[in-house]
């Protein structure tokens, strides 16, 4: 083959690659929304539909349902990637009980403004406002927090630099970003490389995402609060050792429950009463 034409067909193929790598993180970071199709007053619940507002003034759509005893103790609750507060309005009835509510949508989903998802980087500012304003607005107390998939992750994050939460409750978090692009890109085997490269280098050129600061099994050492790890162990979307190794570099106080036979983000409504049971006696040792 002439030199030229090879050299054609390689720079084919890098701009084959570069383009989809391009379109692959646009879809990351912009999926479709989904509107928020229940409130808690599906649940019979008294509730304050509220607007939180980010240090980066994104405003965040958001409920907060008070306990229905006089409490000052709060739970925030934040929920996966691509959803919205009411994908884990399930939670609320055996946590309201006991504790003051917040769910809040992350930005750009759900009814949130914000023009893109960042995957976790950016979304700790969300669950940063909901926490001052847990503090300023209602006087809370001691604040826990319960995650699902990418809102686990979150939670974690900033949990290792804010002193304001108590206890977590992490289910089914990702390990870090450059895992999640390796798990989107391993069908193309030892293909996958160029294309992990080139969508991390648009992260952070164009969203200013940093791959390296987004990891919740390193962030996790840094944690002093006591953490509660729930996985399903055949979870077809993040593996089960993702919240394995979580566990390993966390301090202690930590708890590691594995639910067998469960898919992603599924060991609550695979395991009702034993999730509910785990996850109220957790709280209710650590937010006394």
């Not at 939670?91 to 759900?110: Q, S, V």
């Not at 926490?131 to 979150?154: R, T, W």
């Amino acid at each position: 083959m002439p030199y030229k034409t090879l050299l054609f067909y390689i720079i084919l193929i890098l701009l084959a690659i570069i383009i989809l790598s391009l379109f692959q993180t646009y879809l990351a970071t912009h999926p479709p929304k989904i509107p928020n199709d229940r409130t808690p007053a599906d649940l019979d619940f008294k509730y304050e539909d509220i607007t939180l507002v980010t240090e980066d003034s994104i405003k965040l759509s958001a409920w907060y349902i008070p306990s229905k005893i006089k409490t000052n103790k709060s739970i925030i609750l934040a929920h996966g990637h691509p959803f919205n507060k009411a994908n884990i309005l399930g939670f609320a009835p055996f946590l309201h009980e006991k504790y003051n509510l917040l769910f809040f949508d992350f930005r750009a989903m759900g009814d949130s403004s914000g023009s893109f998802i960042s995957g976790g980087y950016y979304e700790q500012k969300d669950l940063r406002a909901a926490i001052n304003y847990l503090k300023k607005e209602k006087n809370a107390s001691k604040i826990g927090a319960l995650g699902i998939s990418m809102g686990a992750s979150v939670i974690i994050l900033e949990a290792a630099n804010n002193p304001d939460i108590y206890a977590i409750v992490a289910d089914s978090s990702y390990k870090d970003l450059h895992s999640i692009a390796n798990d989107l890109y391993s069908p193309l085997f030892i293909f996958k490389y160029p294309f992990i490269f080139f969508s991390e280098l648009f992260a952070k050129l164009i969203y200013d995402i940093d791959i390296k600061e987004t990891s919740p099994v390193n962030k996790v050492k840094e944690v002093k609060i006591p953490i509660f790890i729930i996985h399903g162990d055949i979870d077809d979307q993040i593996p089960v050792e993702a919240s394995k190794a979580i566990y390993e570099n966390a301090n202690q106080p930590k708890e590691l429950w594995i639910a067998k036979n469960t898919n992603h983000v599924q060991a609550h409504s695979e395991y009702k009463q034993e999730y509910e049971t785990r996850v109220l006696e957790f709280f209710d040792k650590y937010l006394k």
